[in-house]
């Protein structure tokens, strides 16, 4: 029996969208809803620490998430509150470990990701010597993942111009988050991973976006040993995922992917015959994502 998803998007909720009014190709007054965009400044305890460009859904797991994906908050350290103020546009997490991040913040690096990523100090820092664990991926999961993501409720279908990261297990897609850049929708899912102290050994990571070093890094900081996506890879991308032993499977469409690290790992139990190819609508509605 499949499971249900931990969570999922939820189209319904108004506060992430606004209905916009303008003119189609011929000329016709038509009415659509956007994606919204607003800021959210991050504070670690007393110290601010980057204003994020985000829809707005769970700001404590995208603040938890970045901290940690930064490196700024430590998997042992104990979270002793976290204040969301939705008119100040703020979001404080508090550690009961004293911290200082003035030298790291100096050090800015902006990203590839959709509304402008940021990286602060070397974007390399905490994968010397990683290597993830070697999991096993059944191209019967990849198809399964691919057909039920591509279905399940969402912004992206609601309203576009968003991207979207899954964590899954096996053939089960577990949380779903939704942003308007792929890394806060990655950093949602980190600080849900931190927040219940899921194991990850056995997750894989799924994004609509671009398989970029900036992802690649992020889903080995966690811990999680296959990346999966709907697009295509950078250079550095493969060369990270290569170098710490992450399985990367990109342009999952239909009945088609290519898999340019950890090939060794899969295991070819799908029939590919049985598994429905791409229709042209989601092609196109999928290069336009892209």
């Avoid at 404590?60 to 908050?73: D, I, P, T």
């Avoid at 979001?91 to 940021?118: L, M, N, P, W």
């Avoid at 890394?183 to 994004?207: C, M, Q, S």
């Amino acid at each position: 029996m499949t499971r249900t998803p931990i969570l999922l998007p939820d189209p319904s909720d108004e506060t992430l969208t606004r209905p916009v009014s303008g003119r189609d190709q011929n000329g016709n007054e038509v009415q659509i809803r956007v994606v919204e965009e607003r800021p959210l400044t991050i504070f670690l305890n007393s110290q601010e620490i980057v204003t994020a460009m985000t829809i707005g859904d769970y700001p404590e797991y995208l603040a938890l998430g970045f901290l940690r994906n930064q490196g700024m908050l430590l998997a042992d350290d104990q979270v002793t509150g976290v204040d969301y103020d939705d008119d100040l546009e703020t979001i404080v997490v508090r550690t009961a470990r004293e911290t200082s991040y003035e030298e790291k913040v100096k050090k800015k690096t902006r990203t590839s990701g959709c509304a402008v990523g940021t990286v602060f100090g070397d974007m390399m820092e905490g994968l010397e010597g990683l290597k993830l664990p070697p999991a096993e991926l059944r191209t019967s999961w990849l198809y399964a993942l691919s057909k039920q993501i591509n279905t399940l409720p969402s912004l992206y279908l609601e309203a576009g111009a968003i991207h979207g990261t899954v964590l899954c297990e096996q053939h089960t897609p577990l949380v779903y988050m939704e942003d308007v850049g792929r890394h806060n929708a990655v950093d949602k899912i980190a600080g849900w991973l931190f927040r219940h102290g899921a194991p990850v050994e056995d997750k894989i990571l799924y994004t609509t976006g671009r398989l970029t070093s900036e992802m690649v890094i992020k889903t080995a900081q966690m811990g999680i040993p296959v990346l999966a996506s709907r697009s295509g890879f950078t250079a550095w991308g493969v060369e990270i995922a290569q170098q710490v032993g992450l399985t990367l499977i990109g342009r999952l469409r239909g009945q088609r992917f290519v898999c340019l690290s950890g090939e060794e790992r899969l295991i070819y139990d799908a029939d590919i015959t049985a598994v429905a190819p791409e229709n042209r609508k989601h092609r196109r509605k999928s290069a336009a994502h892209d």
